[in-house]
């Protein structure tokens, strides 16, 4: 199979990509294609890699909002949590993927329960993922190691789809919730198995004040001190860290992915400290959380508020400009990932959006990074390719209004339940 995208614009000169089979193959053919899309009054961007999501929870999406971090999920989320049955996540994650394919996300790393359901749903929809089961074991190391035995069976139930576009990893979900034995035990697995390790570290502050009463040290240098820190380690938000933290972070080349307006919603008190990783070397990548705390899967206003976050809290309008903004959720992703995308050159993954340059938001189109990264969402998606094919043509998906029917039909039901 093969797909030629004719006269699009792709960093700001007309081009026509060539994509053979799963890989990006030529920016200038001349040849003919299976599939000839017309690239003109259109723009070439990757595919956006989303690295934080519990992509099921689009289910919640305006159930609890403008609460307290801790009673938000204390009273509202783990309760319905409870009632949470595999149709749920099946049906929340096929809505989850119905929204990234329309906004532009070709990939997403989610952490959440029922996991070979999200897996069952990515696949059906197309769209790349890093799954792993969110593991908690409440700081008990006996019902950690009884309960790692679903993570690992999840590893080899998503490894037996034989789909590359599905790849396992391993959740532990926090300090708060997992001891320090089944964090070994986990980052042990994940260096035997190369699996990446999907974590969410200091979030608030209350989380660093719990660890240095108890440890007698922060949380980056308690999980240095036990090996936990390493280059597969994925470490959503990572706010509330210090200047030693952030160079050990660095020195184990450990991935942030930031979450900023989950941060905003829940007003997690500071932005992530986006300067001193940049000067340290970290590669910051961009998430947006579940549908709870964001509520939306839309990358373009990630980027906006990454970038607008900064701002806000430095009172420097220089940092994190349009373009290093729209690289963090791009390139910076498919590195934290470890998938050969979030470029368009030849070799690449072929996993590309292309943006209508008909939205009113793109004129008069100045400068398009900058369109991108503060004018664009994510209506002015197009049409929507990865690993070679096409999963959204003209703003149109296959079987999207059962979707839509369907997981209205699992959030009624999950909330029935309360
Ligand atoms: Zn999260």
Redesign the pocket.
């Known amino acids: 199979m093969s797909i030629l995208i004719e006269d699009v614009l792709l960093d700001g000169d007309r081009k026509n990509i060539r994509v053979e089979g799963n890989r990006i193959t030529s920016l200038d053919s001349d040849e003919g294609a299976d599939t000839v899309i017309h690239g003109n009054g259109k723009a070439a961007i990757p595919g956006f890699v989303n690295t934080?999501t519990?992509a099921a929870m689009s289910l919640f999406r305006g159930y609890a909002d403008d609460m307290p971090l801790q009673d938000w999920l204390s009273n509202k989320i783990w309760p319905l949590e409870r009632h949470l049955k595999p149709e749920h996540i099946y049906w929340g994650t096929k809505l989850a993927c119905l929204e990234m394919i329309k906004s532009g996300t070709t990939c997403f790393n989610d952490?959440y329960f029922f996991m070979e359901e999200t897996a069952k749903a990515a696949e059906e929809m197309g769209i790349r993922a890093v799954l792993s089961e969110g593991f908690t074991d409440l700081l008990d190391p006996d019902a950690g190691k009884e309960r790692f035995q679903s993570s690992i069976s999840l590893v080899q139930s998503i490894r037996s789809m034989r789909n590359d576009m599905i790849v396992p990893a391993l959740g532990p979900h926090a300090m708060y919730t997992v001891s320090p034995e089944s964090l070994q035990m986990i980052s042990e697995y994940a260096e035997k198995e190369d699996l990446l390790v999907h974590f969410?570290l200091s979030e608030t502050e209350d989380e660093v004040n719990a660890c240095i009463e108890e440890h007698g040290k922060r949380p980056v240098e308690f999980l240095e001190e036990i090996g936990f820190l390493n280059p597969r380690l994925v470490a959503?938000?990572s706010i509330w860290l210090n200047k030693e933290e952030i160079g050990l972070l660095s020195k184990h080349d450990v991935k942030v992915s930031h979450?900023p307006v989950?941060n905003m919603k829940l007003a997690v008190g500071k932005a992530i400290p986006y300067r001193e990783m940049k000067e340290a070397g970290l590669l910051v990548s961009l998430g947006t959380?579940?549908c709870a705390s964001n509520n939306t899967l839309d990358m373009f206003e990630t980027v906006k508020f990454a970038a607008l976050y900064q701002k806000a809290f430095t009172g420097d309008p220089t940092i994190l400009p349009a373009q290093e903004a729209v690289a963090l959720a791009t390139e910076n992703g498919a590195r934290a990932l470890g998938i050969d995308a979030g470029r368009i050159s030849p070799g690449k993954l072929a996993d590309i959006v292309l943006v209508d340059l008909r939205a009113p938001q793109l004129h008069p189109g100045h400068n398009l990074v900058s369109d991108l990264a503060y004018a664009a969402n994510g209506s002015c998606v197009d049409t929507v390719i990865c690993d070679g094919k096409i999963l959204m043509q003209n703003r149109k998906i296959e079987g999207e209004d059962e979707i839509l029917e369907r997981a209205n039909e699992a959030a009624l039901d999950l909330v029935g339940n309360e």
Do not use: E, T
Request: aromatic share 0%; net charge negative; glycine share 10%.
């Open positions: 934080h519990h952490m969410h959503a938000h979450n989950s959380d579940g």
